[in-house]
């Protein structure tokens, strides 16, 4: 049954996953908030409601190596796989934003982790406000520089579908009620699943966190990112998957350890998992500059790909 557990909560976090970002983004256009402000803050925070639901639901349930692994996973899912991926299929362009911006503020967060982590092995309520304060500073830094831009930054029709602006408000609020629910059943379920599949495999939270529920909450990413590879449209760049792990670690992270401070369970988080993912974070910069510059290509891409199977090679046998 874990299994069943399992697939159903993602698909019922996939669904309401889905209805959210509808729901928000119909709102916002109701409250006349522009395109690219929508962009840039409400559908990547409700891309990462999954994450966030399952953190917050596993913390509560006194499993803090699923809240930590699964956001560690799920950063570490997105380069390795997610822009693997991508990239195999279509090659990528680098935008000035990720190398000034982007990308050197997912590092600072992510070495801010590991040091909130190594210091006293828990996240704390305070620590959590200091993330979520981070990740304010940063929209304010990407919204301000959107418009001061002589040419704002178009936000794609796939990530911000315009027809939403005309729904109704009796609509926006079934939705919102479908997603809602749909994240909060599919968290229970994942979580119940998780652990009971850890226990049945004999491994720890922690494995499965970091592997299947990290790649299952990483879906809507996948998808989005294969699909737009596919159509050979730019709607998923290097950018946005970045921005997808600031706001992983800042509100996810953050917003958890408000709601319940997050523990260090297993040491393997602080000398294996947590170093992962600053190699993934960290060898982007060589991949995007060396041999061809501002360019993601296909054998840069293959090289995430395997480097992503490996790494789930040795969770497991470790």
Not at 80 to 106: C, H, Q, R
Not at 133 to 159: F, H, Q
Not at 182 to 204: F, H, N, P, T, Y
Request: hydrophobic share 55%; with cysteine; aromatic share 8%.
């Amino acid at each position: 049954m874990s299994v069943v557990f399992i697939l159903l909560g993602l698909t019922l976090l996939v669904v309401g996953g889905e209805f959210l970002v509808r729901s928000s983004v119909a709102l916002s256009f109701r409250l006349h908030i522009s395109k690219m402000v929508i962009g840039l803050t409400v559908v990547s925070f409700a891309t990462s409601t999954p994450e966030l639901l399952v953190s917050v639901q596993a913390a509560l349930d006194g499993f803090s190596d699923i809240s930590l692994g699964n956001v560690i996973g799920s950063n570490i899912a997105n380069i390795g796989l997610v822009l693997g991926i991508t990239a195999i299929i279509s090659s990528l362009e680098i935008d000035k934003d990720f190398y000034k911006i982007n990308w050197p503020f997912m590092m600072l967060l992510s070495v801010a982790l590991y040091f909130i982590l190594n210091s006293g092995k828990i996240i704390t309520r305070v620590e959590g406000i200091c993330l979520l304060l981070a990740l304010v500073v940063y929209l304010w830094v990407i919204i301000s520089r959107a418009k001061k831009s002589r040419e704002p930054k178009e936000v794609s029709s796939d990530e911000v579908n315009v027809s939403l602006s005309k729904t109704s408000g009796f609509k926006i609020s079934i939705w919102l009620l479908i997603g809602g629910v749909a994240l909060w059943g599919g968290s229970e379920l994942l979580v119940k699943g998780a652990v009971d599949l850890a226990q049945l495999m004999g491994v720890s939270e922690r494995v499965i966190a970091v592997t299947m529920i990290a790649i299952g909450t990483s879906v809507p990413e996948l998808a989005a990112s294969v699909i737009a590879a596919l159509k050979k449209e730019k709607a998923i760049s290097l950018g946005n998957l970045i921005g997808s792990n600031i706001f992983n670690i800042a509100s996810v992270l953050g917003i958890t350890a408000i709601i319940q401070p997050i523990a260090v369970v297993s040491e393997q988080v602080l000398t294996s998992d947590i170093f992962w993912m600053l190699a993934f974070s960290g060898a982007i910069i060589p991949l995007a500059f060396l041999p061809k510059r501002y360019i993601l290509s296909r054998y840069k891409g293959i090289i995430l790909f395997v480097s992503y199977a490996v790494f789930i090679g040795l969770i497991f046998s470790s």
